[in-house]
């Protein structure tokens, strides 16, 4: 026998939208199973029945927003928090890109469900997702995620001399946080007081921690590339819309 599970856990896994949009869909009577309408929150369909929404619900999503911000120092990336700004306080139309390609109209309904697809830390700067597309979000944190994450970091070595060979590689591959090895990076030097950092995690603070271990002070970090979304000359405190050519 195989196993029954909820329809909205069944509709993430099958990548049609997250699971909150799942139980709005389903609330509205928008999901069928098998060609029947469900329309009952918590169901339980088997993984061989087939799952279909409405057009309606396509629509839906085909409305919903991706924003890329440079975020500056001093905000962070979700909620409000010892008086600093969250992020989404950026987006407003006159921070708004003037290079931005999109033909989309900035309206305040955008903001609604505009959540951070991930973590930048207040004092980072750089690029920064918000999303009210759970598909997005789901394939940029979702449990199963390798979406590479690059950064740039400006170090200074607390010894004298420079970083031994034998330390880069330990950040390349060998350190442990919170009792769990990481997984494989990509670290090379930039310049003299720079590295460049390729992540296929996040842990909180993952490459100041890092950067301790191995007796390196981050001075200044900067993300400049999701996926294959790369910040580019995205100003400063300013925002832009995700195109529809452009893919995490």
């Given amino acids: 026998m195989t196993e029954l599970v909820r329809l909205s856990k069944r509709m993430s896994e099958l990548g049609i939208c997250s699971r909150r949009e799942a139980d709005e869909w389903i609330e509205r009577g928008w999901v069928r199973v098998d060609g029947k309408v469900v329309s009952e929150l918590g169901s339980k369909v088997l993984p061989h ?13 085909s409305k919903r927003v991706t924003i890329l911000i440079n975020k500056p120092v001093g905000y962070v990336s979700g909620q409000a928090e010892d ?45 920064l997702v918000l999303t009210q597309d759970g598909r997005v979000a789901k394939h940029l944190i979702g449990q199963d995620t390798s979406v590479e994450k690059e950064y740039l970091v400006r170090v200074q070595y607390s010894k004298p001399g420079r970083l031994p060979d034998t330390e880069l590689k330990r950040l390349n591959h060998g350190l442990t946080l919170d009792g769990k090895a990481l997984l494989p990076a990509k670290v090379s030097w930039q310049n003299e007081d720079q590295l460049r950092f390729i992540l296929r995690e996040g842990k909180k603070r993952q490459i100041r921690r890092m950067c301790d271990m191995v007796g390196l ?20 405190g300013q925002w832009r819309y995700l195109r529809e050519d452009e893919q995490f």
């Fill in 49 to 61: 029945q087939k799952v279909s929404v409405e057009r309606q619900a396509a629509a839906e999503q």
């Fill in 83 to 127: 008086g600093y700004q969250p992020a989404i306080a950026l987006v407003k139309p006159e921070t708004r890109w003037t290079e931005d390609a999109v033909q989309t109209q900035f309206h305040p309904t955008q903001l609604r469900s505009l959540v951070p697809a991930g973590r930048l830390d207040i004092d980072s700067v750089g690029l």
């Fill in 217 to 236: 002070k981050v001075i200044g970090l900067k993300r400049v590339r999701i996926g294959k979304v790369r910040l580019g000359n995205l100003p400063e």
